[in-house]
């Protein structure tokens, strides 16, 4: 098994200095002052609490491609948790290949460059952009060569995108059929652009909420995530949350009607007698409801209003 001290040497060995790519620290400083929300870096203890959920035999003879990802930075605690976790398990996983790809977008603060790593159990090589494809490689996720690994080798996805590009890269990522679990942000079952796939059955909550990242500073930050998948999940411990009783039972406090007669439950109480769609937060779809026999009715937010005020945003479900 590789340890993450034999991580941090393989990493060393590959590293340029900042001198080598012509940067010095205070550029680095001013990069990471002028960072966006998406430099928010996953802790390498919420991806092995979440990956470590999935049977293992996922993963056997598989090529897992993290495409957000910086494999190789100067110090394991800059390399993506994603990345460390992989290569630290890929014997006891039985992975066929781990790829990498890293964004050269304008937050690139080591100029790293748009690189590729490739690891085997043979070893790791760094991609060849220059050679085996075209010269402008960003490492954007939706670069050709990206979009090429993700179709044509790629088995399992695993990373925690840009939050700012996720709409396109949910759909780049459904559309390739691919078995993907990633991170996004917790409001999606009942943001407009991603209620489709949980309607459609593309798409469903992994186990676990992420609360902190880190910031390229390495500081903790909150930020309200989520795991999402299409690996089959069997029993969900979330599934006790949801408390799915008859209407009558469903107190009252946790019930009401809006302004136009539809019916609100709260606190993940579910009516199990309710013929009518009825509308539920974020939290009971997460806690696992489409797979309870219930299904969204309407491929969009739906925002009641009681005695004329507008509510926050929820999805419309209704009994199967
Ligand atoms: C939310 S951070 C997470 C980073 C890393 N995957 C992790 O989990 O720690 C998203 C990363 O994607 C990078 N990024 C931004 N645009 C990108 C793009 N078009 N393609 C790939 N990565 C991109 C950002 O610079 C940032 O480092």
């Known amino acids: 098994m590789t340890t993450k001290k034999q991580i941090a040497k393989i990493i060393k060995r590959t590293i340029p200095s900042l001198e080598e790519r012509g940067v010095t620290t205070k550029d680095v400083l001013q990069k990471a002052q002028s960072v966006n929300n ?42 993506s ?8 398990k890929f014997n006891e996983l039985g ?52 979009l090429k690994i993700l179709n044509e080798d790629a088995d399992i996805v695993c990373t925690n995108p840009p939050f700012s590009r996720a709409i396109d890269y949910w759909r780049i990522l459904i559309e390739s059929g691919k078995r993907f679990i990633i991170i996004s942000n917790i409001t999606n079952p009942i943001t407009p652009a991603f209620i489709p796939y949980f309607m459609k059955g593309k798409v469903w909550a992994g186990y676990h909420e992420v609360d902190w990242f880190l910031t390229p500073k390495r500081e903790m930050t909150r930020a309200a995530g989520y795991w ?15 408390k799915i009783i008859p209407l009558k039972e469903i ?10 007669k539809v019916l609100l439950v709260k606190k993940c109480y ?14 009971a779809i997460l806690n ?27 999805v419309l479900v209704k009994k199967m």
């Not at 107190?251 to 136009?260: L, S």
Request: net charge positive.
């Open 38 to 79: 998406d430099e928010f870096y996953t802790r390498y203890e919420d991806v092995e609490k979440e990956l470590k959920m999935y049977p293992k035999s996922i993963w056997k003879n598989k090529v897992v491609f993290c495409n957000c990802d910086d494999a190789v930075n100067s110090t394991d605690r800059n390399t």
């Open 288 to 314: 696992g409801l489409l797979e309870k026999g219930y299904e969204i009715v309407k491929d969009n937010q739906y925002f009641p209003y009681v005695n004329g005020k507008k509510c926050f945003g929820r």
């Open 228 to 242: 999402y998948t299409n690996v089959p999940i069997k029993n969900r411990p979330k599934y006790k949350q949801l």
């Open 95 to 146: 992975l066929k290949k781990l790829i990498c790809t890293h964004y050269a977008g304008k937050v690139d603060l080591f100029n790293q460059g748009p690189k590729g790593y490739i690891f085997t159990k043979f070893g790791f090589n760094e991609m060849d952009t220059k050679k085996e494809y075209p010269k402008n490689y960003t490492g954007s996720f939706d670069d050709p060569l990206s």
């Open 270 to 283: 579910i009516p199990s007698d309710y013929k009518k769609p009825f509308a539920v937060s974020a939290r």
């Open 81 to 88: 948790a994603f990345a460390l976790y992989f290569l630290t």
């Open 251 to 260: 107190p009252e406090e946790n019930k009401q009607y809006d302004d136009h």
